[in-house]
């Protein structure tokens, strides 16, 4: 079974007549779960699907992981999505619950764009701002936020990721989170 089918048996296996809302994963991961959402989308499942990550570019850029999702998903620009660039859409995500999370990670450990203990630590807010290791402005859901899900799923598709979620002696921002969760978080490995 394919990252994608799973993604899609899990929102079906969540799907309720509330409308519930759905943390989305950015960069590389997201490419493995264009097909479920898509699938989701035209099964009319009650979801707003907002990012867990968002660089501080257009969403006509290739680096927008908005972007990404609208080029990508049939319907995806239609679905109420949440833009956690806008301020509208900030004041919701403050506001409401985040129900279902899909995580992915980077090599180097980061989730979101939870780059440091700084913005590991930062519990202020359901948002916050922080920089990539490039100085680029990013916005991402906090670890208050995320930790606050009903349902966590760590998901990746790349064998060398495997290893970082092995690595117990180097403190990596992923394994703290997963840690710290103790309960309602699922791994999910497709590579």
Known sequence: MNLDKKVFDMLCDYHSDEIQNVALPGGTTSKFLFNAIEM??????????????????????NQSNIGNYIRNVENFANSGFYNILSEKDKKIVERDQVDLAFLGFGLDGHFASI??????????????HTFNKEKQKRVSL???????TKKTFIVYADYKKKEILKDDKRLLLINLFIKSMEKNIEVINYG
Do not use: W
């Open 142 to 148: 906090s670890v208050k936020c995320l930790k606050k």
């Open 115 to 128: 780059f440091s203990m700084d913005d590991f630590n930062n519990v202020s807010r359901n948002i916050i």
């Open 40 to 61: 989701s989308i035209k099964k009319k499942m009650n979801y707003r699907f907002l990012m867990t990550d968002e660089r501080q570019v257009n969403t006509d850029s």
